[in-house]
């Protein structure tokens, strides 16, 4: 069982930024492939970034592409994700995820994810 925690999550204006930091229990943080989500009121929960187990692979949702990135240090079991250039559209409720795996393979649907964060507000005013 791994437990995830997110923490950064807060108001900025437009064109600002703000790190996101999740934080999993488990001393086999290594061997997940973590990944990002967020779900704006009213839509459905979308895929963000992920990252595989060592790092280095590391995948985008066009709509951040070039403004997002996604980090993890596995000596701290924690994951990142840098949001630079904020947009109004990217206020959301955003949810860490994580799945064992034993390759590099990233995975970028919601169902492929075992584990679930409580999920962080970002708020981008306009």
């Known amino acids: 069982q791994v437990q995830l925690v997110e923490s950064g999550g807060g108001l900025v204006q437009t064109g600002g930024s703000l790190r996101l930091s999740c934080a999993a229990s488990?001393?086999?943080?290594?061997?997940?492939?973590m990944g990002w989500f967020r779900q704006a009121p009213g839509k459905e929960r979308e895929f963000v970034a992920a990252?595989?187990?060592?790092?280095?692979?590391?995948n985008y949702a066009d709509s951040v592409k070039g403004r997002f990135t996604i980090s993890r240090l596995n000596a701290k079991n924690t994951v990142y994700l840098q949001m630079n250039s904020l947009k109004p559209e990217d206020t959301a409720v955003y949810y860490c995820?994580?799945?064992?795996?034993?390759?590099?393979?990233?995975?970028?649907?919601?169902?492929?994810?075992?584990?679930w964060g409580q999920g962080t507000q970002v708020t981008v005013s306009s």
């Open positions: 488990g001393r086999t943080f290594s061997t997940y492939v």
């Open positions: 995820a994580a799945r064992f795996s034993p390759t590099n393979a990233i995975y970028k649907v919601e169902d492929e994810y075992q584990y």
């Open positions: 990252t595989g187990r060592s790092g280095i692979n590391t």
